[in-house]
């Protein structure tokens, strides 16, 4: 079953750039160089500053766990603890899932 996680974090007020370069890169490597990273988005919530959504799919919780491990995930991790004031995460098993209109539409 697929493997989903869900984070809600809330930046610390003038880290949104800084943050969002290291998330960026750490999206990008995740789904480039782990096979079991499906998806990686990262959503920023209309008028809510500073808040960052980030939406995961993995084939299965090991393939997350294995995410964890990863040089790129340790730098992301540990060049951003100083910017985040909260987060909050959601552990999930994909139970349905739509099309994947967003590949369609190069997004």
């Known amino acids: 079953m697929l493997f989903v996680i869900l984070v809600d974090l809330q930046l610390k007020p003038g880290m949104e750039k800084q943050f969002r370069a290291l998330i ?15 998806q990686f988005d990262v959503l920023e919530p ?10 995961e799919i993995y084939c299965d919780r090991a393939a997350f766990e294995a995410h964890l491990k990863t040089g790129h995930f340790r730098v992301f991790n540990d060049a951003s603890a100083d910017m ?4 909050h995460v959601t552990r999930c098993d994909l ?8 590949s369609r539409m190069g997004g």
């Open 95 to 102: 139970v349905c899932s739509g099309a994947n209109v967003a």
């Open 24 to 38: 960026d890169a750490n999206a990008h490597a995740s789904v480039r160089d782990e096979p079991g990273c499906l």
């Open 46 to 55: 209309e008028g809510e500053a500073g808040r960052v959504l980030l939406y």
């Open 84 to 87: 985040i004031f909260s987060k």
